[in-house]
């Protein structure tokens, strides 16, 4: 049956009452009104008395009060302004909620009630959604176009791999890529850390592999000897010169980027700030030198709400003050 998605009304509680009266489980009842089993378990939860048990009427009222009350973000100042201020800041809400919990916030609050308030009616009157990082204005995926990529001499397949990559269980394994502009020669070299996520940046003046590999190698020189092991690439054809990189490179399956998901996910966060129709020659150093440090400074859900900055000093063995 086609589930329905508005909100419970009176005469379904009073269905949901009788049934649930005569022992029918929450499965059947909510297969017979065409409603997801989690809704009528969560309506049975949240407006039952605690004595009396649920009763259509009062849930009815329970529902509504609740209603009015609005969201938790907008009844408290402090929070809101919080909340605010740190999507200004392009932390997305799991980021946001797991800061206030790691911090020991007096107010917390969860990652879907940020969502939930972001593409609330009032939210999508304010335009709230453009505060998050991918800027859609409906929740979802979006599907992706796989494209055929040049052959790489000597290219070793990721699952060759030392183990400690995979597990991201030491310091030193690096993925990088490019990121491209719509009509134009420059591009945006990126390269971070699997551990620590910690991301490293340049601009470049071309696409060409000598020009990508020799500034990815600067890039690495930057970190101490003992942070280059390892680096997962594309098969795209800059890399073609992957072997005068200061380690050994791994490629990936032909169109399987998950297999490199961290510079995938720092790209899309990037991407905030610098979508496709960017004249990347337009930013200076000092620019892309603020980029980096925007992300190396935001706290991350996989470092258990750490910045990778701390996240890559806390690994290196440094005492880390909160």
């Not at 946001?96 to 308030?117: D, F, K, P």
């Not at 176009?145 to 040049?150: N, Q």
């Not at 258990?304 to 690994?315: N, V």
Request: hydrophobic share 35%; charged share 30%; net charge positive.
């Amino acid at each position: 049956m086609e589930q329905n998605y508005s909100h419970i009304e009176l005469n379904e509680r009073c269905e949901i009452y009788r049934l649930h009266a005569d022992g029918i489980s929450r499965r059947r009842i909510a297969a017979r009104l065409g409603r997801s089993p989690s809704t009528i378990s969560r309506e049975l939860h949240r407006n039952a008395l605690p004595k009396a048990g649920y009763k259509p009427a009062s849930a009815d009222r329970m529902a509504m009060a609740r209603k009015r009350r609005g969201s938790k973000i907008e009844r408290l100042r402090p929070l809101k302004t919080y909340v605010l201020d740190s999507l200004a800041m392009e932390r997305t809400p799991e980021q946001i909620s797991g800061r206030l919990r790691l911090e020991q916030s007096e107010h917390s609050v969860s990652a879907e009630t940020i969502y939930a308030w972001i593409y609330s009616p009032d939210g999508r009157r304010q335009k709230l959604h453009r505060l998050l990082p991918k800027g859609k204005s409906r929740r979802g995926r979006r599907a992706r176009r796989a494209h055929r990529e040049p052959p790489i001499p000597n290219r070793l397949p990721v699952h060759m791999r030392p183990i400690k990559a995979h597990l991201r269980s030491e310091l030193g394994h690096w993925e990088a890529d490019l990121m491209h502009f719509s009509g134009q020669r420059a591009a945006l070299l990126t390269c971070i850390e699997r551990k620590s996520r910690f991301l490293l940046t340049t601009k470049l003046e071309d696409k060409k592999s000598e020009t990508t590999i020799n500034a990815l190698s600067d890039l690495l020189h930057t970190m101490p000897a003992k942070l280059r092991k390892t680096m997962t690439l594309d098969n795209g054809g800059e890399f073609y010169q992957h072997q005068r990189l200061p380690l050994q490179a791994f490629f990936c399956d032909p169109r399987s980027p998950w297999q490199r998901g961290s510079i995938e996910n720092a790209n899309g966060v990037l991407r905030r700030s610098l979508p496709r129709k960017t004249n990347i020659n337009k930013f200076i150093d000092q620019d892309i030198e603020d980029l980096m440090w925007t992300y190396n400074t935001t706290p991350r859900k996989c470092l258990g709400f750490y910045t990778p900055l701390e996240a890559l000093i806390k690994s290196m063995g440094v005492a880390l003050e909160i």
